[in-house]
């Protein structure tokens, strides 16, 4: 495994919450795609009850603990504040789910280096050309709900900002500096990181570009995705974004 | 009815007095702080001088067209609680950024400190081993 070292400039952040059984077919797919890349890895586990720190320990993966379960958001936001103190580059984030292919971290750093944009979004929903880049297994569809919600941001979206992102609510996305530190301030959308987020970038001039990944279902359903959670997920992104869109450009 | 009756009087006095008293021994016991005392400290002196302002809540209802005036002042009642209950909610979401910012930095923090430790442990190791294979 990869020292983890001050020299690097790219952070893959890692968010984990009770996921050891998903980790236990990602991590060996992952850790060599990113070993390739000469990126550090730091995975951010919230509070998890599960063998997961275990399973990250024998990869040897630096992971910060929360003290508590503070959800998602949160956990991503840390390791925005720990890449900004550390003066990394570029951050790339991925689930530990198993939801995103790791095969499509190289084009994503490829094109945040080349300054393709501020923010380069995977989008389950962009064709892949790349003819050697075959799905491991069935695409990700999602539920219903998940399915209008997804159809319900992107309108909203173009409607405020003019810009088609196809798919506002992936989790699959990398950033330079200027935007990591934007998302270490209060602006950050903690609860659900969504298409409000989109909105509040945009609305801050900062460039996103879209590229085509896998994603993949999650073979087990994920908090966010049981019970009623989907329903209030939906109508709590489209409050943010009707919200966000009458106010003043954040400072 | 301009005044009240002299029950109701005593009734309002006495209520007026018993939250005042319970005020100031929440603050007193440190379990109110002053800055919250305030609305409270309000309420417990409308009370006590429900009395006097009677005939003004009488007039006010008959301005705004209203059946009775209990019914006027059950509705401020309620509009108070509302704000109340509004105030509270804003301090709520104020604690959850503090704590949230909290959780992330002592997390970040002990995650650093656990690194530090580490890397002088295998400097001390390093050091130790250096010294053995020169002693040999």
Known sequence: MKQFTDDNKVLIILPVHNEASNLEDFLPNFVPIAQDL???ILAIDDYSSDNSVNLLASYQIPTISHIAQMGYGIAIQTG??????????????IDGDGQHDPRFLHP??????????????????????DQQLTPWKKLYKGSPVRRIGIYLFRAILRILTA????????????????????????????DFPDADMFLILIRNHFKIKEIPVYMYPNHNTGYLHRGCKPIWYVFKVTLSLLISSIRSRET | ??????????????????LLVIVVELIRSRKLLEQYSVIWFLIGLLC????????????????????????TILFFGLLVSLLII??????????????????QEISILKFELKQSINAQKKDQIETESETKSEQN
């Open chain 1, 38 to 40: 000469n990126a550090d």
């Open chain 1, 80 to 93: 925005y504040k720990y890449a900004l103190r550390n003066d990394y580059d570029y951050v790339i984030q």
């Open chain 1, 108 to 129: 994503i750093l490829d094109h945040l280096k080349k300054g393709a944009g501020d923010i380069i979004v995977g989008s389950r929903f962009l064709p892949v050309t």
């Open chain 1, 163 to 190: 810009q088609k992102i196809s798919d506002p609510t992936t989790g699959f996305i990398g950033y330079n500096r200027k935007v990591i530190r934007f998302l270490c301030s209060n602006c950050f959308s903690f």
């Open chain 2, 1 to 18: 009815m301009l005044s009240l009756p002299f029950r109701q009087e005593m009734f309002s006095i006495l209520c007026g007095i018993f």
């Open chain 2, 48 to 71: 006590l001088t429900y009395y006097w302002w009677y005939p003004l809540a009488v007039h006010f209802t008959r301005y705004i067209g209203a059946g009775n005036t209990p019914s």
């Open chain 2, 86 to 103: 509004m105030q509270l909610c804003i301090k709520i979401t104020e604690f959850t950024h503090q704590i949230k910012d909290l959780v």
